[in-house]
């Protein structure tokens, strides 16, 4: 993921410059990267506990259910809590906050497998590019083939940084440039995706 | 977990329609988590405080785990956005403290400007206004667009070229973004 690397502290290059300019278009990263800038210590670790206790939430709450012990449990726990709070003078413990846990912590990286597809689906995508294609109607009316086309996506799901990398035909080109930079949102990713639209 | 692998490749508004139908927690938290950087940056940037954005990170998932279901979203990365912003100050204001509104609205700018200095723009009468305005710039806004939108380099790399500040490279870029807008509009009429 290329926001943990910059939050790391690797901010030079021309990948660093992209996401500097993706926030430029994008106030939640903004934000956060604003928030990370008076961070004086490497976050990933934060960031890796709590991706960890928000999974392990899942499978408690599952657990509990298959196992149906859910209702005893509160039960037991209100009886208990009553009952010391009455022996304390009433008041309830203070409750810890969350973070305050020992976990030894590898820095390991939190592998997320990233789909590089229409948000949509490549179905609906394609249907779009059927319904909304203009064809050429100059001198290029009646060029045949394949434009392939290669773009980034920002965070918000649009295409920037639109280029031709298999041409046709000039107008089929513009059109197949106009059709991603229009079209549905893709799933946001640091790759440079690749496309190709038929013109027949 | 087997469903994992396979909740991973949905997207976001997937995840929510999958969870709104079975109730079933993973997918939820597994959306949570794809934002899980972003929630802690946001938190840090209003709480000012790592434990105290660690816990209000883990607290708007619990708060949102019951109610998610109840809400129309479009867009879940625009509307978990405002939440987060949302979640924060109301921590802030429990605590008393003054909230420092930030009226810089220049956070997000209008995609003009930056389609032309990303040289997306086909129209070629607005990319010479871009060239004529551009040298029109005062000295430091001019470098730091260029080595920015043409050199594509990072703030710490224009930094270390130019001796400028960070916080200086960053607001010679904002001003001259606002100056060539300007500029090429009155060029344009």
């Not at chain 2, 940056?41 to 619990?62: I, N, P, R, S, T």
Request: proline residues 4%.
């Amino acid at each position: 993921m290329r926001i943990r690397r910059y939050i790391q502290g690797h901010r030079r290059g021309r990948k660093a410059n992209r996401l500097e300019r993706d926030a430029m278009r994008d106030p939640f990263l903004a934000e956060a990267l604003e928030g990370y800038e008076r961070a004086k210590e490497d976050p990933t670790p934060h960031i890796n506990i709590l991706r960890r206790k928000i999974r392990s939430r899942n499978q408690r709450r599952l657990d509990v259910f298959k196992y149906g012990g859910l209702a005893a449990s509160l039960v037991f726990i209100l009886g208990f809590g009553i009952y010391f709070g009455f022996h304390k003078g009433g008041s309830l413990p203070e409750q810890k906050p969350l973070n305050r846990m020992m976990i030894e912590e590898s820095q390991a990286a939190d592998p997320q497998e990233s789909q590089i597809e229409p948000a949509a689906g490549f179905e609906a995508y394609i249907k779009y590019v059927e319904k909304e294609m203009k064809r050429p109607t100059d001198a290029c009316k009646d060029a045949q083939g394949q434009v392939t086309v290669s773009f980034f996506v920002d965070p918000a799901g649009k295409p920037y940084d639109i280029r031709v990398t298999r041409s046709l035909c000039p107008s089929n080109d513009r059109e197949a440039m106009r059709l991603i930079r229009e079209g549905p949102r893709w799933t946001p990713t640091d790759e440079e995706v690749s496309y190709t639209i038929e013109f027949d | 977990m087997r469903f994992r692998r396979n909740i991973s490749k949905l997207a976001d508004e997937e995840l929510l329609t999958e969870y709104k139908r079975s109730g079933d927690t993973a997918y939820f938290g597994e959306l949570y988590n794809r934002y899980t950087p972003l929630l802690y940056g946001v938190c840090l940037k209003y709480l000012k405080d790592a434990d105290k954005a660690q816990d209000a990170v883990m607290q708007l998932f619990e708060q949102l785990l019951p109610k998610i279901s109840q809400y129309e979203i479009q867009v879940f990365r625009t509307w978990l956005h405002s939440v987060v912003k949302n979640h924060c100050l109301q921590i802030l204001r429990k605590e008393s403290r003054q909230i420092v509104v930030d009226l810089r609205a220049d956070l997000v700018e209008s995609d003009e400007i930056l389609h032309l200095l990303e040289d997306e723009e086909p129209d070629s009468e607005r990319m010479e206004a871009l060239k004529c305005c551009m040298a029109k710039l005062p000295e430091e806004q001019r470098i730091s667009i260029t080595h920015f939108f043409i050199d594509e380099m990072s703030y710490a790399d224009i930094v270390e070229t130019t001796g400028y500040s960070l916080s200086r490279v960053k607001s010679y870029i904002q001003n001259g973004k606002r100056n060539l807008k300007i500029c090429i509009e009155k060029q344009m009429k």
